[in-house]
């Protein structure tokens, strides 16, 4: 199983933050460069949210654009994503992965789950 742990989830109210944090195993960070935070929704296919590479690029899909923000700290193989303006339809499971990775085994942590409600 691969080795990532994702944390930080809970219950918020719509407009709160969260931070999640994603411990990855010194080999996924060196070797796959890239990582980046999934989401799942009830009945919804997963869906990346937002990638970081090893040079601290970072892309993001629209929905989450101006709110999340994804960083890295390479020395402790950890990936964060800040959360902002939280709105009932980011409520999902949260995932990190290499998407390099994925590509040659479709292995996932167990995940930390977001509820955004009133």
């Known amino acids: 199983q691969v080795q990532l742990v994702e944390s930080g989830g809970g219950l918020v109210q719509p407009g709160g933050s969260l931070r999640l944090s994603c411990a990855a195993s010194?080999?996924?960070?060196?070797?796959?460069?890239?990582m980046a935070w999934y989401r799942q929704a009830p009945k919804n296919q997963r869906e990346l949210v937002a990638s970081?590479?090893?040079?601290?690029?970072?892309t993001y899909v629209d929905s989450v654009k101006g709110r999340f923000t994804i960083s890295r700290d390479n020395a402790k193989y950890t990936v964060y994503l800040q959360m902002n303006s939280l709105k009932p339809e980011d409520t999902a499971v949260y995932y990190c992965?290499?998407?390099?990775?994925?590509?040659?085994?479709?292995?996932w942590g167990q995940g930390t789950q977001v509820t955004v409600s009133s």
């Open positions: 992965n290499a998407p390099r990775l994925l590509q040659r085994i479709n292995d």
């Open positions: 010194k080999s996924i960070f060196s070797i796959y460069g890239t």
């Open positions: 970081i590479s090893s040079a601290g690029t970072t």
